[in-house]
């Protein structure tokens, strides 16, 4: 089956940096979804984006889809966005959504 | 407002018995799922439904069962045959497929005695 892998798996950063957390899959996908998985376990959607750039806010992601990668930028860093960032893919012929393996994001003030 | 709701939040089964996780929604979405998610893991499928009285295994349905009687819910039945049923349990749904954007509940924190 599909492979779904996020780097890093763990970051942490200082209130105000930016960072760039990657999902590389394995096989052509339908379309590409990124969720952040708050403290307390709600899962919020992101990000629809099967191709190109998308905004917003301080958030933006890009999908590469012919290279099998898609990029979410968080830029200045609030504690807020503490929490694990997931990427999930629906690859063709199987309507299923498949979860990477996570990126835990740990923002301190 | 509409949205996804999950009871309980917390649940305790004790050994040998069948517990029932609730999900019900108001988005008037065709496709409902159910995620399971263990400490510092991602999320693996165990069953989703497309259709009312419809439904199809995920990748981990073994000790689970459920139903779709009505579009607006999809219960989740943990039974004994499920050994190690301590997780957090996700419900989603999307308006058709998997090819549609998905959106969560609050979860559910199940636990044995």
């Known amino acids: 089956g599909i492979q779904v892998e996020q780097s890093p798996p763990d970051l942490i950063l200082q209130e105000g940096a930016n960072s760039t957390l990657r999902c590389n899959f394995s096989?052509?996908?339908?379309?590409l979804q990124w969720f952040h998985q708050n403290p307390w376990g709600q899962l919020i959607n992101l990000f629809y984006?099967?191709?190109g750039t998308k905004q917003n806010g301080r958030l933006s992601a890009t999908t590469v889809a012919t290279e099998r990668y898609s990029l979410l930028y968080i830029s200045s860093s609030q504690t807020t966005d503490s929490g694990v960032y997931f990427c999930?893919?629906?690859?063709?012929?199987?309507?299923?959504?498949?979860f990477g393996t996570g990126t835990r994001l740990q923002v301190f003030p | 407002d509409g949205g996804i709701t999950q009871s309980p939040k917390y649940l305790f089964r004790k050994e040998g018995q069948n517990v029932t996780l609730s999900c019900e929604q108001n988005?008037?979405?065709?496709?409902m799922y159910w995620y399971r998610q263990d400490p510092g893991q991602g999320l693996r499928l165990i069953y989703y439904?497309?259709?009312?009285?419809?439904?199809q295994k995920g990748d981990i349905a073994e000790g689970y069962s459920v139903s779709r009687e009505k579009k607006e819910s999809f219960p989740l039945t943990v039974t004994s045959a499920q050994k190690n049923p301590t997780a957090f349990y996700l419900c989603?749904?999307?308006?058709?497929?998997?090819?549609?954007?998905?959106?969560f509940g609050s979860g559910t924190q199940l636990s044995v005695l």
């Open positions: 989603a749904s999307s308006r058709g497929s998997a090819s549609e954007k998905l959106f």
């Open positions: 096989d052509s996908v339908n379309n």
């Open positions: 984006i099967p191709s």
């Open positions: 999930a893919v629906d690859p063709y012929n199987t309507d299923k959504l498949i």
């Open positions: 988005l008037n979405h065709d496709a």
């Open positions: 439904s497309q259709i009312v009285n419809d439904f």
